[in-house]
């Protein structure tokens, strides 16, 4: 049963290292830029529904929180872009990483400033 365990652990990771690079290459061939705020910028969405989700915060239900939290995040990721990364166009790809590495400590910061550096968990959307 461990070996299992193991053999699913590991297919999972792996999976998720490859969406991961699957983002970097999408955002790249889609921009010409290489985005190291992609992670950070998953963490808000994650935030956003935990903070639209759990009792602690606004409580509401977990499948009217998604969506809300993919409309903000999709508005959010619109004005990075047309305020903040489309105005580096022209500018060398070493002044573009800078940027987005200095994006993910703003979002870092953000998201440790609202929700605390605690962890924090999810409630299940289907428990019991």
């Known amino acids: 049963m461990e070996v299992i365990q193991l053999i699913i652990s590991g297919l999972s990771t792996g999976c998720v290292y490859g969406l991961i690079a699957m983002g970097f290459v999408l955002i790249y061939k889609a ?60 500018q060398s790809q070493l002044a573009v990483v800078i940027l987005t590495i200095a994006l993910g400590f703003v979002a870092r910061f953000i998201a440790g400033a609202i929700w605390g550096h605690e962890p924090q968990s999810l409630e299940s959307p289907i428990a019991g």
């Open 31 to 90: 921009t010409e830029a290489i985005n190291f705020a992609q992670g950070d910028m998953m963490m808000m969405g994650a935030f956003i529904t935990l903070g639209l989700t759990n009792s602690d915060y606004m409580a509401l239900p977990f499948w009217i929180s998604v969506p809300i939290t993919i409309a903000l995040m999709g508005c959010l990721g619109y004005l990075l872009d047309s305020l903040i990364i489309r105005r580096m166009f022209g």
